[in-house]
C-alpha cells in the first residue's frame, strides 16, 4: 500500500488549494478514503472521508462548506477541494486508508503535504 499526497503550499486567507493523493499497492475502488491535518502541538484530526464509491462524504463541523472531497476510481486517486482557507486550517495534511486483508486491518498513511494559510 502506498498513499502519496501533492498540491500543499502557502495560501492567503481566503485562498483556495486543491489536494490530490495517489493511491496504489490495493484494490482503491473498495475502500473508503480519508484526509487527516495535524498543526503543530495538536493531535491529528479526521477533515473528511468518502466512500468507496464516492457516494457518500462526511466533514468535521469546521470544514463543512468549504472542503469537497473526492475520488476517481479509474485514476486510484481522491482529491480534497479546500475553498476560503483560514488561517486555522494551517496543518501537514495526510491521505488515510484502513487497509484490510486476512490477518487484520492496518492503517497506512502518506508523507504528508504542508499547507499554511497566512497573509
Known amino acids: 500500500v502506498q498513499l502519496v499526497e501533492s498540491g500543499g503550499g502557502l495560501v492567503q486567507p481566503g485562498g483556495s488549494l486543491r489536494l490530490s493523493c495517489a493511491a496504489s499497492?490495493?484494490?482503491?475502488?473498495?475502500?473508503?478514503m480519508k484526509w487527516y491535518r495535524q498543526a503543530p502541538g495538536k493531535e491529528r484530526e479526521l477533515v473528511a472521508v468518502?466512500?468507496?464509491?464516492?457516494?457518500?462524504?462526511n466533514y468535521r463541523d469546521s470544514v463543512k462548506d468549504r472542503f469537497t472531497i473526492s475520488r476517481d476510481n479509474a485514476k486510484n486517486m481522491v482529491y480534497l477541494q479546500m475553498n476560503s482557507l483560514k488561517p486555522e486550517d494551517t496543518a501537514v495534511y495526510y491521505c488515510?486508508?484502513?487497509?484490510?486483508?486476512?490477518?487484520?486491518?492496518?492503517?497506512?498513511w502518506g508523507q504528508g503535504t504542508q499547507v499554511t494559510v497566512s497573509s
Open positions: 468518502i466512500s468507496s464509491g464516492g457516494g457518500t462524504t
Open positions: 499497492g490495493f484494490a482503491f475502488s473498495r475502500y473508503a
Open positions: 488515510n486508508v484502513l487497509y484490510c486483508a486476512s490477518y487484520g486491518c492496518t492503517d497506512y
